[in-house]
């Protein structure tokens, strides 16, 4: 009996040099598997590119064939299947060069912050990475980028120097202020619907030492300590970036026996300064907070501050927080995880003349939940901003309340332009 008609046997992707791998044999589950647990992506084959010349391949094969086309670096920010499609991975692709004179780095599509964070140290500099080394950067900066120095130097984006694209059309162009500058502004926060990135320049910044870490403190200090947070955050300087975590410590013996299987609040911080100056500045968080029950907070590099990213169920931005939501995050917390009420500001909110589409820079404070508590997102509604970010927006249905609207205006002109067909459809795209 012959077998029935699948799609693999008419994609060949001849000259591809890496490896491929089909439905059902060994290596596919692995390659298809993103973080998000609730993407089943099940490609028609699976390529893990090795060059841009690979990376072109993959991407007429899939034209000529007209399947769904993706690209998965970390599977950190995989929030849609690419089922019947190629799906091509670039982890093999994590060239990271520094240039500690210019203070720049490039890095290939398939780089990590670990990597980038490893060859900058040693010149006494830093990327704008966020809470895990473990996301790529690539995919992170496309979405704007959120790290613990964006008070202090702005978003990710904000930092591109140049970027290398493969366009729809299979066209290999360098995107920067004087080529393609259209595009240039879409890649800064517009996400990863314009082309294939096939490298990402960007500046790095002198970071010496950091105070950096997590002071934990009883739950009962939560409304109060979320109350003096309100005001605290108004005089905050740029260096200091903090969030306050309300968060149920699992019953690990990891866990320091402190906060062990305990409901908690705890400060997060990260201060580009001396632990002196910090404890200065922290001293009326902790005076609302009362005693700690552990203080890990300390100096140390930047690379070693491991700040710890939440898992992002709901998102909101706001621009005040009154008692309300203090009063609903609080009792929202005896059913979730983890929430994280983070501090935007700083540089964030001054973006240059020139910036892209990274928009909503006047919020002053996110909330992520990882749990959907009922009725908690109709309670945070009506103080809400509306707006959302796009690397917290596991929703590809919302990808509009990521921009303003002349911004996501902007963004559909630019992917008209340069993907008329709408070839790049899977995750975030502009439509
Ligand atoms: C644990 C964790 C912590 C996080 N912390 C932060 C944080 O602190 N700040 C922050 O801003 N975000 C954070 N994020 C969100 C993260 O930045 C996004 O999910 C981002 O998309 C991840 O990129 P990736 O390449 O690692 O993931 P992938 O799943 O491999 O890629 C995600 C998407 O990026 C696009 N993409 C990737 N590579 C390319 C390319 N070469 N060309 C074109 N498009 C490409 C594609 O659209 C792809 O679907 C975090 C996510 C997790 C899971």
Not at 183 to 207: D, I, K, M, N, Q
Not at 340 to 365: F, K, N
Not at 415 to 426: C, E, I, L, N, S
């Amino acid at each position: 009996m012959s077998q029935p008609y699948s799609i693999q046997d008419e994609i060949l992707l001849p000259g591809f040099t890496g490896t491929v791998h089909l439905p059902g044999e060994a290596g596919y589950d692995e390659a298809r598997r993103s973080l998000n647990p609730a993407v089943d992506s099940r490609p028609a084959l699976i390529a893990e590119a090795q060059s841009v010349a690979d990376l072109r391949v993959a991407l007429l094969a899939a034209r000529a064939h007209g399947v769904p086309f993706a690209v998965q670096a970390t599977g950190h920010g995989t929030h849609a299947p690419c089922d019947g499609g190629i799906l091509v991975r670039t982890s093999s692709m994590a060239s990271v060069l520094v240039d500690p004179a210019r203070r720049i780095a490039r890095v290939g599509p398939g780089a990590r912050w670990s990597e980038v964070i490893a060859a900058a140290a040693p010149f006494g500099l830093a990327p704008l990475s966020g809470s895990a080394p473990s996301v790529g950067v690539t995919g992170y900066t496309l979405g704007g980028g959120l790290g613990w120095l964006a008070r202090k130097h702005g978003f990710a984006a904000d930092s591109v120097l140049r970027a290398e694209v493969l366009l729809a059309d299979g066209r290999h162009v360098t995107a920067s202020p004087d080529s393609h500058p259209e595009l240039f502004w879409a890649l800064r926060g517009g996400g990863g619907g314009f082309g294939v990135v096939t490298s990402l320049e960007f500046r790095l910044y002198p970071v010496p030492e950091v105070y950096a870490g997590f002071v934990y403190f009883p739950i009962e200090a939560a409304a109060r300590t979320l109350e003096a947070y309100r005001t605290w955050i108004d005089d905050a300087p740029d260096e200091i970036s903090t969030a306050v975590v309300l968060k149920r410590m699992p019953d690990d013996e990891q866990v320091p026996a402190a906060v062990r299987g305990r409901h908690v609040v705890l400060l997060k911080v990260l201060h580009a300064g001396t632990a002196e100056e910090a404890g200065k500045l922290l001293a009326p968080l902790f005076a609302a907070a009362g005693p700690a029950l552990l203080d890990e907070a300390r100096t140390t590099t930047y690379g070693a501050a491991a700040m710890g990213g939440t898992p992002n169920r709901h998102m909101d931005m706001f621009d005040t927080v009154p008692g309300e939501v203090v009063d609903a995050l609080v009792r929202a917390s005896e059913q979730a995880q983890t929430i994280e009420i983070r501090h935007w500001g700083g540089a964030m909110g001054r973006p240059g003349p020139d910036a892209g589409p990274v928009s909503h820079r006047a919020t002053r404070l996110s909330v992520i939940v990882d749990t959907v508590v009922p009725g908690l997102a109709e309670e945070l509604r009506p103080y809400a901003n509306g707006g959302t970010f796009l690397n917290f927006l596991a929703d590809p249905s919302r990808t509009a309340a990521a921009y303003t609207e002349g911004d996501y205006g902007r963004l559909r002109e630019v992917k008209r332009a340069y993907d008329p067909d709408g070839f790049f459809r899977v995750g975030h795209v502009a439509k």
